[in-house]
């Protein structure tokens, strides 16, 4: 009996460099259904936005409206930069005409952007930060943008989109683009997590990595530690921990996907906790946490609040903010302990007070 055919290692490392992300996605669902091949498109028009955020970014310097604020603020009262404009109306620019979906949000619009003529047919919702670490691109450091895909429910006839505000266990796709030395895209839609490098030369996001797993510990931490003094005491006595104990570094570059990204692939924690005035933190839940914690979830890893599991937080408004502590399992479990040990110590103060 003759055996059976198997491919050499160098079919394989071809096979691997011909796997695009739009041939990827439908592997995954193993499927060419309706719903399959929206999901392959739907990856396919974020990764051409992508495409045109990342080569806007690459001439940085050289060509108008890249650089510098753009003299507005956004919703959240923070000053809005000329590529969170631009990045933002790319992204509506490539769905607007797709069929595919309904509703655009994203955290520099106050309300989500309707495509009515695509909402008898286009059943999905695209919510993301289109560039995040904004601050960082006048030095020339590490940016990108955050995705999730959410199925539309119900008409959403008042347009409140009240069903984007359900846990982030209904997004049934996430990810991110990161623009770095290369532009990486990674993503989900539940199989396990995948990377993909976009190629100049053939202008296609190819399989770099499958199946990425976190490890359960790692040596990095990261966190903006100027914020110390404005944290709990809980926060502050985790970092004082690691500051006593060998094998942790200290690694922060002021963009979320970046430093996230290090996680992913290396192991450790990143925090960005909120403060004694602020105890709802920084980051949005819709367009920052619960992506990036639908992420590492399927990467094996966790991330909470600090007392919840991020993908069970229920929003209460479209532009949430959310303490955040994702990472490897141990990591973050070791932070929520520091935070348990500090509300045990406050509720046996107030019984001794009393």
């Not at 490392?13 to 929206?38: G, I, N, P, Y």
């Not at 404009?85 to 979906?101: P, W």
């Not at 996907?257 to 933190?281: A, C, M, S, W």
């Not at 949430?320 to 046996?348: C, H, W, Y």
Request: aromatic share 8%; with cysteine.
């Amino acid at each position: 009996m003759t055996d059976p055919y198997q491919p050499t290692a160098g079919e394989r490392a071809l096979d691997r460099d011909c796997t695009t992300l739009s041939r990827h996605v439908l592997q995954q669902l193993q499927s060419f259904s309706a719903e399959a091949q929206d999901l392959s498109a739907l990856m396919n028009r974020i990764a051409l936005a992508g495409k045109l955020t990342a080569r806007r970014l690459s001439r940085a310097g050289i060509m108008a409206g890249v650089l510098g604020f753009a003299g507005t603020e956004n919703v959240q009262g923070e000053a809005v930069k000329k590529m969170d404009i631009y990045a933002n109306d790319v992204f509506i620019s490539v769905f607007e005409q797709s069929g595919l979906v309904c509703r655009l949000a994203s955290e520099e619009m106050e309300k989500p952007y309707y495509i009515p003529e695509n909402c008898p047919i286009g059943r999905y919702t695209l919510v993301y930060d289109p560039i995040d670490g904004s601050s960082n691109i006048d030095a020339n450091l590490n940016v990108g943008s955050i995705f999730a895909i959410r199925q539309q429910q119900g008409n959403d006839e008042d347009g409140s989109a009240r069903d984007l505000l359900e846990c982030g266990r209904n997004q049934i796709g996430a990810g991110y683009i990161l623009y770095g030395p290369s532009t990486v895209l990674v993503y989900s839609i539940g199989t396990g997590v995948h990377a993909f490098t976009l190629d100049p030369s053939l202008g296609e996001f190819i399989l770099w990595q499958e199946n990425i797993k976190v490890p359960e510990h790692g040596a990095v931490y990261s966190v903006n530690e100027g914020n110390f003094w404005q944290w709990e005491d809980s926060i502050r006595d985790y970092i004082r921990y690691v500051h006593r104990h060998d094998g942790y570094t200290g690694r922060y570059s002021g963009a979320l996907v970046g430093d996230f990204h290090r996680v992913l692939l290396q192991g450790g924690v990143f925090l960005y906790p909120g403060t004694v005035k602020k105890p709802e933190g920084k980051l949005r839940l819709l367009y920052e946490s619960a992506p990036l914690a639908y992420l590492i979830e399927q990467a094996g890893g966790r991330a909470s609040t600090g007392t919840q599991d991020i993908l069970d937080v229920v929003g209460s408004q479209l532009h949430q903010r959310t303490p955040l502590i994702i990472g490897s399992k141990e990591d973050v479990s070791l932070v929520e302990s520091f935070i348990q040990e500090n509300a045990r110590m406050e509720e046996d103060r107030i019984l001794v007070d009393s």
